[in-house]
């Protein structure tokens, strides 16, 4: 075996299961289990027009044990067929202690005949820091 890939199997080996997960600035991510969608709705402007827009309204919660910064929700947006459309995520860029909630809205990104072919949605909180 060649000595190099011995090195590199044993180093990728001994660290498996024992990273944490940190971002840029040594703070810790945390599981997408510590926000919760309290309540969504979904919100249509102009329909039946061109400018027709759907968005999603919606409050989560951090149900963590520490304050969160930073929160990214993943918005799937699906057409009556259940077939997937368009897949966004949007952040929240504010401080939630534990137990506090926020408000958010997450737009599907196109206008007029695409909008309106929005019949469903699905939420997922992704990540937090």
Avoid at 87 to 107: L, M, R, T, Y
């Amino acid at each position: 075996m060649d000595r190099r890939a011995f090195l590199a199997a044993t180093f990728s080996l001994s660290l498996s299961g024992c990273l944490e997960y940190l971002d840029g600035d040594g703070e810790s991510i945390t599981d997408p289990g510590d926000v919760t969608i309290v309540w969504s709705d979904l919100v249509r402007d102009d329909p039946g027009t061109e400018a027709e827009r759907v968005a999603v309204w919606g409050a989560a919660r951090n149900v963590g044990d520490r304050t969160l910064n930073y929160v990214e929700i993943r918005a799937t947006f699906f057409d009556a067929a259940g077939e997937e459309l368009e897949s966004v995520i949007e952040n929240v860029d504010a401080d939630v202690s534990a137990g506090g909630e926020w408000p958010f809205e997450i737009e599907f990104p196109r206008f007029g005949e695409r909008a309106a072919a929005v019949d469903a949605y699905e939420l997922e909180p992704v990540t937090g820091v």
